[in-house]
């Protein structure tokens, strides 16, 4: 089992331009989340999914739309990339049945916008 | 709102004890994360308090006590591969995860 994948895994981008970041599992998670991590802070949530066909915001959504049109996969989307928006992100995982709350997280994408 | 403290860096040595404390202040709670993450590596779960108490898994425990927004992780014989940060998370009134910036742990031989 490869459990959580993110492609890619390194990524340079210019102002303006655009992205998308896949996060794919084969643990048959319900819940899906991105995250994105910065020197200094703690993880904070762009946006995540609680079961196909459904997505909601986090913490810091702006400038990032997602979608879950399969199970197994969350797709993270820059429209117009900025410099702001440097940073490790990490897709991470969750069975959702609330007896179980660990998240288990991908190997991470380290985006550079110049 | 919610709030997580924890310090940014420590050193220990090999073989010691180490106690990482994190505060946190919230509304909601269901529960506290302990993950710990290798540099340039994904964050990997170590434990999980929803009771007040310790709860003990090997060389690692960790200890919450909800009146006084608490908690503390606890390393015991520190081996090398123990160099990494180490995450608090705060599951909040939502189940989601609120997380702290993260403990460096520095181990010198």
């Known amino acids: 089992n490869a459990g959580v994948t993110q492609t890619p895994k390194f990524r340079v981008l210019k102002t303006g331009q655009s992205m998308t970041l896949l996060c794919a599992q084969d643990?048959?998670?319900?819940?899906m989340y991105w995250y994105r991590q910065d020197p200094g802070m703690g993880l904070r949530l762009i946006h995540y999914?609680?079961?196909?066909?459904?997505?909601a915001k986090g913490e810091v959504p702006d400038g990032y739309n997602v979608s879950r049109l399969k199970k197994q996969n969350f797709l993270l989307g820059l429209e117009s990339a900025a410099p702001s928006q440097t940073s490790v992100y990490f897709c991470?995982?969750?069975?959702?049945?609330?007896?179980?709350?660990?998240?288990?997280f991908g190997p991470g994408t380290r985006l550079t916008v110049l | 709102g919610q709030n997580i403290d924890q310090p940014t860096e420590m050193t220990a040595t090999e073989g010691a004890i180490v106690q990482i404390n994190c505060t946190y202040q919230?509304?909601?709670?269901?529960?506290l994360f302990w993950y710990q993450q290798h540099a340039g590596e994904a964050p990997t779960f170590l434990s999980y308090?929803?009771l007040d108490g310790l709860e003990e898994k090997g060389r690692f425990s960790s200890f919450l006590s909800r009146s006084k927004g608490y908690s503390y992780l606890l390393l015991k014989e520190l081996q090398m591969k123990d160099s990494a940060s180490y995450l608090c998370?705060?599951?909040?009134?939502?189940?989601?995860?609120?997380w702290g910036a993260g403990t460096k742990l520095i181990i010198k031989p």
């Open positions: 991470a995982t969750e069975r959702g049945d609330r007896d179980t709350d660990t998240q288990y």
């Open positions: 643990m048959n998670h319900e819940y």
């Open positions: 999914s609680v079961g196909e066909g459904t997505t």
């Open positions: 919230t509304s909601g709670f269901n529960g």
């Open positions: 308090n929803v």
């Open positions: 998370a705060l599951m909040d009134s939502n189940y989601q995860l609120i």
